[in-house]
């Protein structure tokens, strides 16, 4: 395809919107309105019912339109992705002890441990069962990549909430920046964009597109939208953000900004830090995580990690044009070039 | 088939050790051998590691061996029945802040919440990957019919352990006997026993039996074998059975014979008991525990537990001959007859 003015012309929010609402009824309609209610499928219900953004099924939905496929082809493996999404969700939130979602008290919070895992692992069950009767569409050739693909997603997406926690767990602390992208190719890019990509490629050109260049594609772009989502962790507005602001320095994580500073630190300021990641996350204090903050801010960490931000855009931009080199130039191409600046500037 | 002496030649326990070894092998040789090993793959193995019964697989081997099938058609549904098996014990024990299992820590009580909880998803999807590998090889009639199997199977758990963990959250404390039952039917039968045996017989009949009465079989013996596993809780010795003795009651599990004591007690028993089952797991001291268990001796609700199990054995004949009416008098219907004495005599 010809170059394009990225991004002019799209209405990201306007197509994730109206993609959004199509899959969130397809998503409802498929949790079971049978019993028990109160103890599981109000609570599975809870996550998908709070406002979300939608970007991994639009994601699949524009591929498949890009690559000559109708989005109701896809509709299915959407929805499967969104659920799981929902189901991470539940269980990142147990593991991070996290307090706020999508902007109130998260599942375990008002449910209790119990319940919420439970509720995340049905959200699971009806991943797999909705990925299934996606199969039952498609010709065998085409069904049995598509169930490789969820197969791998998932994989790599334990293995990266895996290794996330580890490095808290263990106390891991000298890390590079090529760590933290290799933790977010797995926690967030395989699931978030890489597989929605390739499945709507796959769908779309019936088997005939070639799907490696999409591993490196997207995950620039979803290493743009992790690092994202981590800067709106520190400087976003809770009322859009929907999460803690701060929350992941209270959790000790190691994104790129906290990466940046441990490097950066003075042996004074190291010392602190060590002694702050090693604490639990209920020894930190509000005054500890501010003073982290403020370290982060002297030593422009913040800075380092949006003009890092800004580098993997570029690479996504030519990363871009290798992957969809024979896709059409319509609208579900437009909207997958436009999502490259709109990771960077998105504030929810 | 004929009547046969029930149990007479058959070593049970012997069957059990050397299908779960097969079982056992292919199970650990499908989890990956990769990175990252000590926060995920080998947290995965560990509970699989731990000695167990394997009587799921050897269920649903024993299962396809009487409809005329051979066991190795059947290995990978019953492998990815023990992983699953497994993943809902790591779930579980989070769940119910259980301390031991198979003799050794829980899993979340050595490796944290968080990694624990992981490894429970990434066993999961380990059994999915099976299951789809098993579903290869099958025509596609019985591979649709077999999805269908093991996606019911799933929803009938996560339904079960809903209703289980509700019941405690909320305090529900007026049972009888046959919510408890409809209780085990979803959290225990459907996966423990009438999904084994519903896939073994569709896969060695090659879909041609009547898979319908396998669920009244299924549940009485399935039941039965819940009942012994409450009774075992409480009367068992802990280096045979491998959690903690009592944990039942400290966690204040609606089993049979609590279900039973709070029918049976005297008002100021009652008070006591709706006192201890509204308290806190943690504010549930020792010596609480012995004062409900002696209630539970004085009014024999052990006895009126494993009496009930005994009828249920009996039901569980009955409904045998039904399900097994068209089956071969061979050593895999030998044995499924064998485990109704043996699910009420085995100590672990």
Known sequence: MTALDPG???DVEGVLRSRGQRIHAVLMSRIPDGQPDRWLYDLVR????RPAKHIRPAICLATAVAFGGEESEVVLPAVAIEMLHNAFLVHDDIADGSLRRRGEPTLHA?????????????LAVLA??????????????VADRVADEFDTMMARTVEGQAIEL???RDGIVDLTPEDYLDLIMHKTCWYTTIHPM??????????RTDLAPMIRFGFYLGAAFQIRDDLLNLTGSEAQYGKEILGDLHEGKRTLMLIHLVGAATPDERRLLDRYLAADRS???????????????????????????????????????VAFASAADNEGS?????LIPYMLERTA
């Open 8 to 10: 002019v012309g799209v």
């Open 46 to 49: 809870d996550y998908p019912a």
């Open 110 to 122: 008002g449910a209790g441990v119990g319940l919420a895992l439970n509720a995340g692992d049905a």
């Open 128 to 141: 797999q069962r909705t990925i299934r009767d996606a199969l039952d569409r498609y010709p065998v050739a």
């Open 166 to 168: 580890g490095w808290c």
């Open 198 to 207: 390739r499945v709507g490629a796959l769908v779309g050109s019936r088997g």
């Open 283 to 321: 020894e930190r204090t509000d005054a500890m995580v501010e003073d982290v903050h403020a370290l982060m801010l002297r030593h422009r960490s913040i800075d380092f990690a949006a003009e890092f931000a800004d580098g993997i855009a570029g690479s996504a931009r030519d990363a871009f044009e």
């Open 334 to 338: 437009r909207f997958i070039e436009a």
